[in-house]
């Protein structure tokens, strides 16, 4: 089965065409300045010279026409009829509280993905948007929607229920609903393979951490807690993001500079976190070298951000009550080996310990903990486009 895999933004969609009978990827590409003037296409077949095509993408409708261009091209394409598609899996932000997993696309489903447009105002009309392009364009073929919130569908009262009047709760859907859940879905069932954790014996940590961050705690690949809330901004710090502040920071915020609480809320989401603290540096290549420069701004910000994922990691071994795996992953999670070290540190009062050496690993998985350690440690790439498929494989 060949399966197209769809991650539709404002203004960009990207896609891979993956076989699920080896799970290799077959191309992928990028779709840019979708709806403004100035668009292009740029496709990547392994292997080959990357194929640029500049042409009008005024809908997501014309770009999903360009993906299958590409895909069908006698030169650079890899299917000779786009009948060999077999069926599209559409990453979508927010399926609030009606779906609980990956679901094929029918009227309801595409009504829900609609009435959430608030809870995921950036993403969800793009994502809907990308899933009646490809209905359009290939007519009669299983779309399947997977859900970033699935995951965090799990979750217990206790876990995502907001201590605020319970009105909120019931008028507006006001609840904790998590994101990264791809992710977290496909790193927690992976880590718990890889590692062969026996039944009883998978409790699994997942840091992932990255542009945005999060943490899960999770009990045989099912969420008990994730960082992440009604929104991508709660929890840990992150590039751009504040992560948690007390609420009354935003009308602080916005009593004493006079602006308006929408503007603060821009300010937490887009001015904020490790590049707020270091004044202008998200990247944590970019951080590492600074501090050790000697930047005390650098140091600040990176001091914060593990600050955070402790607690974070020590608050989720209560709530497990234990822990057998703990997973990174992300930009960060994956390649920066001195964090990881830094963030095990702290619970070496546990019996953890990282190998040294294998802690070199980079973008691959690989254990990481010593033999004699209590909890084992590991890095664990995460793949949301082929979770995505194996759930439209699944589904279609
Ligand atoms: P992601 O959002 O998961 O793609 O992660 C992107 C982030 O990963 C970048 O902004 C960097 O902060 C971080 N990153 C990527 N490569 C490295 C590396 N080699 N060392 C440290 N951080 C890295």
Do not use: W
């Amino acid at each position: 089965m060949k399966v197209l895999v769809i991650n539709a933004g404002s203004s960009s969609l990207k896609y891979q065409l993956i076989d699920m009978e080896d799970e290799s990827v077959k191309a992928k590409g990028l779709c840019e300045r979708i709806g403004i003037e100035g668009s292009k296409l740029t496709h990547q077949v392994p292997d080959k010279d990357k194929y640029v095509v500049e042409a009008p993408m005024p809908t997501h409708n014309e770009a999903i026409e360009l993906v299958l261009k590409a895909l069908v091209d006698p030169e650079h394409g890899v299917v000779a009829s786009v009948d060999e598609i077999d069926a599209i899996g559409h990453r979508v932000l927010h399926g609030g509280m009606d779906y609980t997993e990956s679901v094929k696309v029918d009227a309801d489903v595409k009504r829900v993905i609609r009435e959430c447009f608030d809870l995921g105002p950036l993403h969800n009309p793009a994502n809907l948007m990308g899933i009646e392009a490809c209905e359009a364009a290939m007519p009669g073929k299983s779309n399947v929607a997977v859900f970033d919130t699935a995951f965090g569908m799990s979750l217990k009262p206790y876990a995502y229920r907001y201590a605020i009047p319970t009105e909120y709760y019931d008028k507006y859907k006001i609840r904790r609903y998590g994101f990264h859940g791809t992710s977290h879905m496909f790193v927690s069932a992976e880590t718990i393979k890889f590692a062969e954790l026996p039944e009883g014996k998978q409790r699994v940590i997942v840091c992932h951490l990255g542009n945005g961050s999060s943490i899960s705690a999770s009990i045989a690949g099912k969420a008990v807690d994730t960082s992440m809330g009604l929104t991508p901004l709660e929890g840990l710090v992150m590039g751009t993001r504040s992560g948690d502040v007390d609420p009354a920071v935003v009308q602080f915020i916005a009593d004493h500079e006079k602006i308006s609480v929408d503007e603060v809320l821009n300010i937490l989401n887009k001015k904020s976190g490790v590049f707020a603290l270091s004044e202008g540096m998200s990247d944590f290549r970019d951080l590492s070298a600074a501090s050790e420069a000697g930047n005390e701004k650098a140091t600040l910000a990176l001091d914060v951000f593990r600050h955070k994922v402790v607690k974070t990691i020590g608050g989720y071994m209560g709530v497990l009550n234990g822990v057998d795996a703990i997973a990174f992953t992300g930009g960060i999670g994956e390649n920066d080996a001195d964090m990881r070290a830094s963030i095990m540190k702290q619970f070496e009062f546990a019996g953890i310990k990282i190998d040294a050496e294998k802690n070199k690993v980079r973008g691959k998985r690989q254990e990481i903990s010593t033999a004699d350690s209590s909890v084992r440690v590991f890095v664990l790439p995460t793949n949301e486009e082929l979770a995505i498929a194996r759930e439209t494989e699944r589904l279609a």
